[in-house]
């Protein structure tokens, strides 16, 4: 067993990681990427992939984002030169969720917890953070803009 079978193993206690994709068989994660730092935050965070490059418009479209420690942090960030857009959907832990309006904007930050949904769009700058000592697991939603 590999470390990323291990993390896999970990994240499976609090959630299930299985996946039916359309016409094919029942499966799991397809790849563990990890972030040491992430976009320039504290701790490190691992991005489980759940689909291939090729099998959807965008590969992160479904993707878990797992911050196992207190402090554990993705730093600021945007999508918007890949016109991209993002949807953060809590599934355990805790948090704070902050964004601004470009990289110079006023930071606004907000408590997320279990069933939370957030949104980030265009050249909106955002961050994720664990609170506490449970592992903050989120599903992230990325899309992309019609060409």
Known sequence: MNDYDEIIK??????????????????????????????GGNGVVYLLQMFDVGKLINNRIGAYMVLFSKGDQAGFHTHGTRKEEELYVVMHGEGEYSDKNGANGVVRTTKIAKGSITSIRKKGFHSVKNTTNEPL???????????
């Open 137 to 147: 697991i989120i599903f992230v939603i990325t899309t992309n803009e019609a060409t």
């Open 10 to 39: 970990k994240v499976s206690k609090y959630i299930n990681l299985s996946v039916i994709p359309f016409g094919e068989p029942k499966r799991s994660v397809i790849k563990v990427d990890e972030r040491n730092p992430m976009y």
